[in-house]
C-alpha cells in the first residue's frame, strides 16, 4: 500500500514545522531556477476575484501565491472569504450580479452542482496543456464533468493520518498500532497512564465523516466505496453497519474521548489539534485524526513535528491501511483571459512550490519536486500521495451533492454527529443517512 513510506518515517529531526516561512514566491525566494515553468499573459489593470473558504494561515499562504500572480502578470487579484456550503454561497453571490472570477471548490459534488446550474466556465486550453502535464489522470477526472475539464485541483490533503503527542506516549509506553485492534489497544494504554487519549474535533461534522470514511474504505473495499460514494448501493447495506460497527468501538467509549462525546461535540477542528499539542505531556488528547493540513494548526502551538509531534497511518481495520485524499478545485464562474490565466497558473508547478514551502500544504502535482516541502514529514506524506497515482479514492462526502455530504447541521454531518452521542442506534443512523441521500441523489 502506499502508506509503507509514512509508517517507515524517521520522524525526529525534522525541523521546521512550516508554519512560518516568509516566501514571496519568485525564482529566487523559492530555492530552484528563476525560469518559470509556465507562460502567463499580461494583464495590466485587469482585477480578478477569487473566492475560498480559507481563514487564518491557509488563507494566508494563497494570498501569497496569488502575489506572484500578480507580480508575473500585471493583474489585481481579491481574496474574497467564502462560507461553506459554497454552493449556496456563490448562489447568492450570482443572484446579486457579482459572482467572483474563480472559485476554490472543496467539494467534487459542488464541482457538478455548479456544472448543473450553469455557472463553470470549461477550463482553457493553456490549463489544460498544465494539467495534462503536471497531473495523474485520477486528478484530471476528478475536476471534469461529463468529459470536459471544469476543475483545476490545486490543494490535496491526505486524509488518513493521526498524530500524537510524543511524550504523553512516551510516558504511557505506548506505541504506534498498526491495526484498529491495536490501535484501541492503544487508546486503553494511553488512558490508563491518566491521559485522555482521542481527540475529536464533532464540532465540525466533516471531521466525523473523514472517520467513518478511512474505516468503510479499509473494511469493506475500494469497489464498495466507490459504490456508496455514488449511492449505488443503499446506507442500510450492511457493509455500513459494520463500519459504523467499529466506529462505534470508540465512540462507544467516552472515557476514551477528549470531553466525552458532549465535549468532542462542542470542539470545532482548529481546537481538536491544539489540544493535543499543548499541555506538555499533559495534554487534552494524546492523538488527533485528520489530514496532512493538521500541521498548519501544529504550528500555533509549542510543538515542533518530528520530536513533540509525530504520525502515523490510519490504522488497517482490513487487510490494508486506507488512502483517502480530498481537495480544492479552482473553477471560473466568468469568461475572460484573467479567470483563465489563474486557472493555467494555478496548475503549474511555481505555483504550488510557493504554497508547498510556506507548510501546511500537499499538490496533486506530480512534478513538483519534494525538496519544496518544509520537513521531511511533509515531504514523505507528498511523496506517498503522488505514488498513489490513480488508486487514491476522494473524500465520499465531497462527493456526494452538498446537500447531504458538504452541509453544516444536515445530512450525514448531523447524523454522524447524532452517532457519536448515540453509538448503540446503528440501525437509526444508517436508515437516517439512507433517508438523506436519497433525497439528496433526486432533489
Known sequence: MVFTAIGALALTG??????????????????????PSVTLPKLDGEKISVAAVWTGPEQANFTKVLDEFEARTGATVT?????????????????????????????????????????AK???????????????????????????QYGVYFKAANKSL????????????????????????????????GVTPVSVGGADGWTLTDWFENIYLSQAGPEK??????????????????????????????????????????????VSVTQTFTGGDQPK????????????????????????????????????SPVVTGGDAAVALKDGNGAQALLTWLASTDAAKIWAEAGGFISPNKALDAAAYPNDVQRKIAEALIAAGDDVRFDMSDQAPQSFGGTPGKGEWKTLQDFLKNPKDIAGTQAKLESDAAKAWTS
Not at 285 to 312: C, L, R, W
Open 14 to 35: 525534522c525541523g521546521d514545522d512550516g508554519g512560518n516561512k516568509d516566501k514571496t514566491g519568485d525564482g529566487a525566494a523559492t530555492g530552484g531556477s528563476s525560469k
Open 79 to 119: 481574496f474574497v472569504p467564502a462560507q461553506d456550503p459554497i454552493v449556496n454561497f456563490l448562489g447568492t453571490k450570482i443572484a446579486g450580479g457579482q459572482p467572483p472570477d474563480v472559485a476554490m471548490i472543496p467539494q467534487v459534488g459542488a464541482i457538478q452542482q455548479a456544472v448543473a446550474k450553469k455557472w
Open 122 to 148: 470549461p477550463v482553457g486550453a493553456e490549463a489544460k496543456a498544465q494539467l495534462s502535464k503536471n497531473y495523474a489522470k485520477v486528478w484530471q477526472d476528478l475536476g471534469a464533468v461529463d468529459g470536459t
Open 162 to 193: 493521526v498524530w500524537y503527542n510524543a511524550k504523553a506516549f512516551e510516558n504511557a509506553g505506548a506505541s504506534e498500532p498498526k491495526t484498529w485492534k491495536d490501535f484501541i489497544a492503544t487508546a486503553e494504554t494511553v488512558s490508563a497512564s
Open 225 to 270: 466505496y466507490d459504490q456508496l460514494a455514488a449511492h449505488e448501493i443503499k446506507w442500510t447495506d450492511p457493509s455500513v453497519k459494520d463500519a459504523l460497527t467499529t466506529l462505534a468501538e470508540l465512540f462507544g467509549k467516552p472515557a476514551l474521548i477528549s470531553g466525552g462525546a458532549d465535549g468532542a461535540l462542542q470542539t470545532e477542528f482548529p
Open 285 to 320: 488528547g494524546a492523538m488527533v485524526f485528520e489530514g496532512d493540513f493538521v500541521s498548519v494548526n501544529i504550528a500555533q502551538t509549542e510543538a515542533k513535528i518530528g520530536t513533540d509531534a509525530k504520525v502515523f497511518p490510519f490504522p488497517a481495520v482490513g487487510a490494508d
